[in-house]
């Protein structure tokens, strides 16, 4: 019975190990993939939805500056508007004429000053420029937008330095 005893003592310490050490391996193994799975579905979660709560922040951040920094830039430019100008086109009959209303958007408002300041010139640089059209110069919306820029530079030009940001057609009637 000893022996029995003995002998059933060294099965049982042989077997423990073995299935302590196969329980060890197989909560290993799961832990891992548990750790894999997890992390591969935070890298798919951040690479194709954008981050969502991760990126929020930093998003509002973000929004927040460029809203401060239009504001900024708004407060930096001023709004003049000109006087509607009434010129003929150069057609050759002579019979078409042109009636456009403009608004400028101007770097601040000492140059919004400036620009009213220098106002019979302006009107005359642009009736000059303008009379020199012809309606097929001006009768598609890319000649507008030339239109827009030649503007703006003739009245840089005229201030001596680039103050004129952007032109704004308020009418514009060729008939």
Same mark, same amino acid.
């Given at each position: 019975?000893?022996?029995?005893?003995?002998?059933?003592?060294?099965?049982?310490?042989?077997?423990?190990?073995?299935?302590?050490?196969?329980?060890?391996?197989?909560?290993?193994?799961?832990?891992?993939?548990?750790?894999?799975?997890?992390?591969?579905?935070?890298?798919?979660?951040?690479?194709?939805?954008?981050?969502?709560?991760?990126?929020?922040?930093?998003?509002?951040?973000?929004?927040?500056?460029?809203?401060?920094?239009?504001?900024?830039?708004?407060?930096?430019?001023?709004?003049?508007?000109?006087?509607?100008?009434?010129?003929?086109?150069?057609?050759?009959?002579?019979? @078409?004429?042109?009636?456009?209303?403009?608004?400028?958007?101007? @770097?601040?408002?000492?140059?919004?000053?400036?620009?009213?300041?220098?106002?019979?010139?302006?009107?005359?640089?642009?009736?000059?420029?303008?009379?020199?059209?012809?309606?097929?110069?001006?009768?598609?919306?890319?000649?507008?937008?030339?239109?827009?820029?030649?503007?703006?530079?003739?009245?840089?030009?005229?201030?001596?330095?680039?103050?004129?940001?952007?032109?704004?057609?308020?009418?514009?009637?060729?008939?």
């Amino acid at each position: 019975m000893a022996k029995d005893k003995k002998q059933a003592a060294e099965e049982s310490a042989e077997q423990s190990p073995k299935t302590k050490t196969g329980k060890g391996k197989k909560i290993v193994l799961i832990l891992v993939l548990v750790l894999l799975v997890g992390t591969g579905g935070v890298a798919a979660y951040k690479h194709f939805l954008g981050g969502g709560l991760f990126s929020q922040g930093s998003q509002a951040v973000n929004a927040s500056q460029s809203q401060n920094s239009q504001e900024e830039e708004k407060s930096k430019t001023a709004m003049v508007s000109l006087p509607q100008l009434l010129v003929n086109l150069a057609d050759p009959l002579g019979k @078409r004429y042109l009636k456009m209303g403009v608004n400028l958007e101007v @770097r601040g408002q000492e140059a919004a000053k400036d620009i009213e300041a220098r106002m019979p010139r302006v009107k005359d640089s642009l009736i000059l420029l303008l009379s020199s059209k012809t309606y097929d110069d001006l009768s598609s919306m890319q000649d507008k937008l030339t239109l827009k820029s030649q503007i703006a530079e003739r009245l840089n030009q005229i201030m001596e330095e680039s103050v004129v940001k952007r032109v704004y057609f308020t009418e514009f009637i060729i008939q």
